[in-house]
């Protein structure tokens, strides 16, 4: 499976340009020109076609290329303390069929040494597409800009909005195929303002089980809860 770039060519006939990083795995592996491989660009592209090298580099001449309809919003708004953590959420985010995770700023973010910075979105935007190759989800979760919550909360939403809280009720055991918007706190969580603000804003708390969870855990617990509920109301 070769990842390439957005808007790198996806049709027929057309040559695909390779993300970052695809050309150098080639060469370890030994690729020859030719050889039939899949591709995907995490916009919705899945297809097939060719190697072939350019100038001394490696190309997809592409013969088949599906593009699949992009998924309803399922959006992780999530504080964005660790940055080692934070990228974790957004790998398994992927697999899960989550379209985009927000970067949080919150209370407890701001004195975190090891938050994450606008300079590790880039990292970030490249796991997320890598992420595509091994899970098969066409489409790839955007990574945004960080926000801070106040911001976030200003956004209009559609359909369910959650915000993780141990008080809350459990998630819905089904769901018609409605955005989802869901709010994760930071490590110490948020605070109680904050709380306020979020359930002001038309957040209804959601327990995702009985004892206290990382934010990592209770993100990924809360978009699969999503994504289950959707499966149900899908299949009855």
């Excluded at 009720?169 to 994760?184: E, F, T």
Aim: charged share 25%.
């Amino acid at each position: 499976m070769i990842t390439l770039l957005p808007g790198g060519g996806g049709a027929a006939g057309q040559r695909g340009r390779l993300v970052e990083g695809e050309g150098h795995h080639l060469r370890v592996r030994r690729a020859r020109e030719g050889e039939e491989v899949g591709v995907r660009d995490g916009f919705g592209l899945v297809g097939s076609g060719r190697l072939v090298q350019v100038d001394g580099e490696w190309k997809v001449e592409i013969e088949t290329a599906d593009r699949h309809p992009a998924p309803v919003p399922l959006v992780l708004a999530v504080g964005a303390g660790d940055r080692d953590r934070f990228a974790w959420v957004v790998e398994k985010a992927v697999e899960i069929g989550v379209t985009a995770v927000v970067p949080l700023l919150t209370e407890h973010t701001g004195g975190v040494a090891s938050r994450l910075r606008t300079s590790h979105l880039e990292r970030l935007r490249r796991q997320a597409l890598e992420a595509v190759k091994q899970s098969g989800n066409p489409w790839a979760c955007a990574v945004e800009e960080p926000i801070t919550l106040a911001d976030f909360l200003a956004r209009p939403a559609e359909g369910e909005r959650w915000l993780a809280d141990p008080g809350g009720l459990p998630p819905p055991a089904v769901l018609g195929g409605v955005p989802c918007a869901i709010i994760v706190g930071p490590e110490g969580g948020l605070t109680e303002r904050e709380r306020e603000a979020a359930i002001g804003a038309g957040y209804r708390t959601v327990s995702l089980g009985p004892h206290i969870l990382r934010l990592e855990t209770a993100a990924l617990a809360a978009a699969a809860a999503v994504q289950a509920a959707r499966l149900r109301g899908r299949h009855g």
